[in-house]
């Protein structure tokens, strides 16, 4: 790994938001690729902060400041990701389902969707079925993204989509659903219109399913 890259790298695991963003912002001035710098160093090292969770080396509130540095170094990555100026392809109502606090997934998919030209309604983590419901209703909104990195709020995915058919907005919007324990055939199962696993086919698949 580059050194700039083991220093966000590093930066993450110890939880230095100062130094995460102060190295990010080196990074870009070195003009690294906004992608290279998050898929070689910053999704890496929140995988090792899990590691280290698993390995009972580090607690919960080790897990949070992990990710106020990981979320410090994307608010410098992201002005950089999202092109400004395009014309808009469709709009996101996003969040993680209820009962789940993982954001940094959604909040990366989010940011990438934006860069590819969608608006994005992000009603943020632990998001009811009817708070989406609400949103589809009072937007113009044509796609739906969920997010749940929990097995235990998984379910909340299937709660959303029924709600949405409860309220009569279903068809009014495809429904993208992502996150660690999700699976091609979980979202098949509740049906959801399509699954990603990573933030980028993520872009793919909502241009896909919006006809861009
Ligand atoms: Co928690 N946590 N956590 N945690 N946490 C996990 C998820 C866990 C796997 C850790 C472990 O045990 N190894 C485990 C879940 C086990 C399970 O259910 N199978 C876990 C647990 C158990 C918990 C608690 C229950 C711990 C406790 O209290 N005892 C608790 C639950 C709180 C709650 O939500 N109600 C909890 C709490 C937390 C913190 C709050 C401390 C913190 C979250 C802070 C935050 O997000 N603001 C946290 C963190 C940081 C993690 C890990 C370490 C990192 C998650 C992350 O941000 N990854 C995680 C372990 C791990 O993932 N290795 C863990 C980086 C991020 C970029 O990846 O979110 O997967 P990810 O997103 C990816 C893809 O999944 C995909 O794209 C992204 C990248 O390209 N994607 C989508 C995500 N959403 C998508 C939506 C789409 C498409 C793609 O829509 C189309």
């Given at each position: 790994m580059e050194p700039i890259l083991k220093e966000i790298y590093q930066g993450i695991i110890d939880a230095e938001q100062d130094i995460v963003r102060e190295k990010v912002q080196q990074a870009l001035n070195m003009e690294m690729e906004a992608g290279k710098i998050l898929n070689e160093a910053m999704v890496p090292a929140m995988t090792e902060v899990g590691r280290l969770f698993e390995d009972g080396e580090y607690f919960v509130p080790e897990m949070l400041v992990c990710a106020r540095a990981m979320q410090a170094g994307m608010s410098v990555l992201k002005p950089v990701m999202v092109e400004q100026n395009l014309q808009s392809v469709g709009r996101v109502v996003a969040g993680t389902v209820?009962?789940?606090?993982?954001?940094i997934g959604k909040n990366l998919v989010c940011m990438m969707l934006e860069g590819a030209a969608f608006e994005i309604y992000d009603l943020g983590s632990d998001v009811s079925p009817d708070a989406f419901v609400d949103k589809v209703k009072n937007s113009d909104a044509n796609v739906v993204v969920m997010s749940a990195l929990l097995t235990t709020t998984m379910p909340n995915m299937k709660n959303t989509i029924e709600a949405l058919k409860v309220a009569g907005v279903r068809d009014k919007v495809k429904v993208m659903v992502g996150g660690a324990p999700l699976t091609q055939k979980y979202a098949d199962d509740i049906g959801a219109d399509g699954y990603a696993p990573d933030a980028s086919r993520a872009v793919a698949l909502a241009k896909r399913l919006v006809g861009a």
């Amino acid at each position: 790994m580059e050194p700039i890259l083991k220093e966000i790298y590093q930066g993450i695991i110890d939880a230095e938001q100062d130094i995460v963003r102060e190295k990010v912002q080196q990074a870009l001035n070195m003009e690294m690729e906004a992608g290279k710098i998050l898929n070689e160093a910053m999704v890496p090292a929140m995988t090792e902060v899990g590691r280290l969770f698993e390995d009972g080396e580090y607690f919960v509130p080790e897990m949070l400041v992990c990710a106020r540095a990981m979320q410090a170094g994307m608010s410098v990555l992201k002005p950089v990701m999202v092109e400004q100026n395009l014309q808009s392809v469709g709009r996101v109502v996003a969040g993680t389902v209820k009962g789940d606090l993982h954001d940094i997934g959604k909040n990366l998919v989010c940011m990438m969707l934006e860069g590819a030209a969608f608006e994005i309604y992000d009603l943020g983590s632990d998001v009811s079925p009817d708070a989406f419901v609400d949103k589809v209703k009072n937007s113009d909104a044509n796609v739906v993204v969920m997010s749940a990195l929990l097995t235990t709020t998984m379910p909340n995915m299937k709660n959303t989509i029924e709600a949405l058919k409860v309220a009569g907005v279903r068809d009014k919007v495809k429904v993208m659903v992502g996150g660690a324990p999700l699976t091609q055939k979980y979202a098949d199962d509740i049906g959801a219109d399509g699954y990603a696993p990573d933030a980028s086919r993520a872009v793919a698949l909502a241009k896909r399913l919006v006809g861009a």
